[in-house]
């Protein structure tokens, strides 16, 4: 049995801390590190994304890299931070969806812009490797 945790005001057992690490280092890839490349090592072959800025979902682990490469050769990430993780696991312990909430700061265009959002990625293990499978993120809603 999976010891519990604490982490981040969130109770996780171990495999969700570990998904939820996952999530953190391929974040700090693109954000902090601004080494998109190494995203090859987090996505999936058949990944799929779904933007806000793209009309139809990106296909394919290589064009995904290739998308969050873009966006950070295109910008400065100033400030990057995720909040209220949630990790939930089916299958048997072989897929996992990861929900959290986002706040970052970036200059484009001669811009600085603030973004709050929220992000869902599909994890699978295959090979005991959490790989993210699917990829859906917005800014919130204006209301």
């Known amino acids: 049995m999976n010891k519990v945790i604490n ?3 969130n109770i996780m057992n171990i495999t969700q801390k570990q998904i939820w ?3 953190q280092e391929m974040n700090r ?3 902090v590190k601004n080494n998109a490349d190494e995203l090859k090592n987090y996505f999936h072959k058949d990944m799929v ?3 806000p800025t793209d009309l139809r979902r990106i296909e394919g682990g290589e064009n995904c890299v290739a998308g969050w490469k ?10 990057w931070k995720e909040s209220e993780p949630k990790v939930q696991i089916y299958g048997e312990g072989k897929f996992a969806i990861v ?3 986002f706040d970052m700061s970036f200059d484009m265009d001669g811009q600085t812009i603030n973004m709050k959002g929220r992000d869902m ?3 699978v293990n295959e090979n005991g490797k959490w ?3 699917a990829d859906q993120f917005s800014q919130f809603p204006n209301l």
Do not use: C, P, Q
């Open 21 to 23: 690490e996952v999530i």
């Open 99 to 101: 929900t959290y909430y």
């Open 7 to 9: 982490f981040k005001d």
């Open 121 to 123: 990625f599909s994890l």
């Open 131 to 133: 790989l993210i499978v």
């Open 49 to 51: 994304a779904v933007t």
């Open 70 to 79: 873009k966006f950070a050769e295109n910008t400065k990430i100033h400030f």
């Open 29 to 31: 890839k693109w954000t």
